[in-house]
């Protein structure tokens, strides 16, 4: 009887500790097409969280470039630039849009051509959810 009930409170608290972990979704990852002249492109996304609890994308990862940042398009005083940002927030029961003029991450020193309609692979690493792999295919805008 003893190992029915330990069994019973090990199963409640993982479907509690289920349930309140976020749930990530990536939805229509692109990277833009850009000259072949160009050393710097951009990848861009949709990121949902399902979940109950809050996550951050902190790194992403990949080599199709040198350097891979996060960035966000800002306005200082009716210039626009871009600022490295150490990470996303992704709420829970919320998605946000990784965009041309806002949220975005930079692919620094292409070590070869984009060619569009190739796929590239990337992974995203969050706080919480880990490592999550993905695909981005290259389109123009």
């Keep these: 009887m003893k190992k029915i009930g330990l069994f019973l409170v090990i199963l409640v608290f993982g479907l509690v500790y289920a349930y309140t972990q976020p749930v990530i979704k990536v939805v229509d990852p692109w990277v833009r097409a850009v000259p072949p002249t160009m050393k710097n492109s951009a990848l861009f996304m949709t990121i949902i969280n399902d979940g109950d609890e809050d996550d951050e994308l902190i790194e992403v ?65 969050f706080k919480k959810s880990g490592e999550i792999q993905i695909e981005a295919p290259v389109r123009k805008m």
């Design 61 to 125: 990862k990949g080599d199709i470039s040198k350097m891979i940042q996060i960035h966000r398009t800002v306005n200082e005083n009716g210039v626009m630039k871009m600022v490295h940002v150490e990470k996303i927030e992704i709420p829970a029961h919320s998605k946000v849009e990784l965009k041309p003029g806002g949220y975005h991450v930079m692919l620094m020193g292409l070590k070869r051509p984009l060619k569009e309609g190739e796929k590239i692979k990337f992974t995203l690493v």
